[in-house]
């Protein structure tokens, strides 16, 4: 019985030792995913625009890269 209240006390102490640890970054993120930041349309549609301008940078980037290819091909 003891051991019982031995571990029933070391568990308590345990729980008691754990902290909160959320920053403002982590708080950030839970908000979003659970949809109750501010503005929460308005911030949606700045990070999907954000995604769209970084898809365009990185089609532009390829078409390049094509584009030196084929230049490369046609003067050999």
């Known amino acids: 019985m003891k051991l019982t209240y031995l571990l029933a006390a070391a568990s308590l102490l345990?729980?008691?030792a754990c902290e909160n640890?959320?920053?403002p970054e982590v708080q950030e993120k839970i908000?979003?995913?659970l949809d109750?930041?501010?503005n929460e349309e308005?911030?949606?549609a700045a990070e999907d625009v954000k995604d769209a301008v970084k898809d365009v940078g990185d089609e532009v980037k390829d078409g390049a890269?094509?584009?030196k290819d084929a230049?490369?091909?046609a003067t050999r």
């Open 65 to 67: 890269k094509d584009l």
């Open 71 to 73: 230049a490369d091909d």
């Open 42 to 44: 308005i911030k949606d």
């Open 36 to 38: 109750r930041r501010p």
């Open 31 to 33: 908000n979003d995913a």
């Open 14 to 16: 345990t729980f008691a």
């Open 21 to 23: 640890k959320e920053t």
